[in-house]
């Protein structure tokens, strides 16, 4: 399977803890994106790399939120001190940056449950 | 307002019938824009782009209306499998901003 895998599918924690998602992109696209999706509503960009360069934050993302790419391929992202509204669908995508107009193709997700 | 906007539905259609929803979008800038399809507790998934001229793909046909600043969707034949959410996309400022989806469903 070539397309974006995310690890874990499904998280349960309790409130206070510190959780962290895994993302592995289509292996030749250079961009990688951070959404996070509600019941009911759009995805809501959260970042996104191209390699491994953060270029974009959403004002959406407080500070306990960090995501990393370090070497340009994999990325993770990581919710430090987990609150009940952080409990969402946290997707990832990846793309091929090339010239407008490009396509996202979206992992499977992570389902985060914060008690 | 937000910038990109969508009935939510749910649209219910009887399996066979033709159903079109629109999405508008508030940035006269946008340049790319895409439809994408997603099922209950999945990823969304890449239905088709919108492109300035319109296009189709088998029963489905997008059109981008740039004076009023709208991009349509249109099913033909619809089909049970078709039931699912469908997102409208535009980028603005370099980011891809996701409507809130319309809900479709296909009765027998």
């Known amino acids: 399977d070539t397309g974006v895998s995310q690890d874990p599918r499904h998280k349960i924690t309790k409130r206070g803890q510190n959780v962290t998602f895994r993302c592995d992109p289509i292996?030749?696209?250079?961009?990688l994106y951070w959404y996070r999706q509600t019941l009911g509503q759009g995805p809501e960009f959260l970042t996104y790399?191209?390699?491994?360069?953060?270029?974009?934050k959403s004002r959406l993302l407080s500070d306990r939120f960090s995501a990393e790419r370090p070497k340009g391929s994999f990325s993770t992202l990581e919710i430090q001190r987990t609150e009940q509204g952080d409990s969402a669908m946290y997707l990832c995508?990846?793309?091929?940056?090339?010239?407008?107009?490009?396509?996202?193709?979206f992992g499977p997700g992570t389902r985060l449950l914060v008690l | 307002r937000k910038e990109v906007e969508q009935d939510p539905g749910p649209f219910n259609v009887p399996e066979g019938a033709t159903v079109a929803f629109n999405c508008t979008y508030s940035?006269?800038?946008?340049?790319?824009f895409f439809w994408y399809r997603q099922d209950c507790r999945k990823e969304p998934k890449l239905l088709m782009s919108?492109?300035?001229?319109?296009n189709e793909d088998g029963r489905f046909t997008a059109q981008l209306n740039r004076a009023s600043q709208y991009i349509s969707l249109l099913i033909r034949d619809s089909k049970l499998s078709d039931s699912a959410t469908y997102l409208c996309?535009?980028?603005?400022?370099?980011?891809?901003?996701w409507g809130a989806g319309t809900k479709l469903i296909i009765k027998p």
């Open positions: 790399f191209q390699n491994e360069a953060q270029l974009e």
């Open positions: 995508a990846s793309s091929l940056h090339a010239s407008i107009g490009e396509t996202q193709y």
């Open positions: 940035n006269s800038a946008s340049q790319s």
């Open positions: 996309v535009a980028d603005s400022n370099y980011q891809l901003i």
């Open positions: 919108v492109y300035s001229s319109g």
């Open positions: 292996s030749e696209h250079n961009r």
